[in-house]
């Protein structure tokens, strides 16, 4: 009983890994092409630069800190529709914002904005500070 137990798993291994392998095999060439040409590098939106191009379904990120209980964030201004917008937040403390405690608010915003026309258009970023403009960035977008 001892030696079929031990052929049976020595089997059950020998036929997992050679399935394994037929499935590995299987992926042509022209799916791992099309894998790596769907991946596009992300244009990031930065205080330095303020015209950009771009094309269709492209990503332009803007990530900047805000601290929504002390009454910093920012906003966006642009032609909705040109663009679809995407947000997102990472906070600096997790645990804390789980708990809903102080502070557990504060992080960086990614506004992610995906062009969907060709056509040359401005996003505008308004920084604010207890509902007070602080800061405006323009950037100007030539969709190809």
Do not use: W
Not at 28 to 42: A, I, S, V
Not at 103 to 132: A, C, V, W
């Amino acid at each position: 009983m001892k030696r079929f137990s031990i052929l049976s798993i020595v089997i059950y291994v020998a036929l997992f890994f050679t399935y394994s392998c037929k499935c590995a095999q299987n992926t042509t060439t022209m799916e791992k092409k099309e894998q790596t040409k769907t991946k596009k590098q992300p244009i990031i939106l930065d205080d330095a630069t303020d015209e950009y191009s771009a094309t269709l379904n492209d990503e332009l990120y803007y990530t900047h800190e805000v601290h929504a209980s002390v009454g910093s964030s920012y906003y966006a201004e642009f032609d909705s529709s040109a663009f679809l917008m995407r947000s997102a937040m990472k906070f600096n403390n997790p645990a804390s914002e789980r708990a809903i405690t102080c502070g557990g608010d504060r992080g960086k915003k990614t506004s992610i904005f995906i062009p969907q026309k060709t056509g040359n258009y401005e996003i505008k970023i308004y920084h604010n500070f207890r509902g007070e403009i602080t800061d405006s960035l323009t950037f100007k977008v030539n969709v190809k």
